[in-house]
């Protein structure tokens, strides 16, 4: 079974960093983009970041961008979030997920085909 585990979430003040992971298992971990989402409570989910199956390119959404750095470890079957300089409006139940081969970037949730449980991360002012 394809399994997707986010751990290493929680309350941080801002300007603070939080480093997540994502434990993969269950499926081929080069045949797959892997990404961040986030979901605050009333909100759509959002794109938050993506690296793509040769592990070089990454985009992230402007939000995020030269704050955040998603990168894999492919030893351990694992997807990385670093969160530098948090503010308070990234707060949200963040999901990592798994997108099949493709030929644009999955930059949208119905790209993706297997998802985590979610991690919560909080950011007070």
């Known amino acids: 079974q394809v399994q997707l585990v986010e751990s290493g979430g929680g309350l941080v003040q801002a300007g603070g960093s939080l480093r997540l992971s994502c434990a993969a298992s269950g499926l081929t971990f080069s045949s797959y983009a892997e990404g961040w989402f986030r979901q605050a409570p009333g909100k759509e989910r959002e794109f938050v970041a993506t690296v793509m199956r040769n592990g070089r390119s990454t985009y992230y959404a402007d939000s995020v961008k030269g704050r955040f750095t998603i990168s894999r470890d492919i030893a351990k079957n694992t997807v990385y979030l670093q969160m530098n300089s948090l503010k308070p409006e990234d707060t949200a139940v963040y999901y990592c997920?798994?997108?099949?081969?493709?030929?644009?970037?999955?930059?949208?949730?119905?790209?993706?085909?297997?998802w985590g449980q979610g991690t919560q991360v909080t950011v007070s002012s």
């Open positions: 997920a798994a997108a099949s081969l493709r030929v644009g970037v999955p930059d949208t949730p119905y790209e993706y085909d297997y």
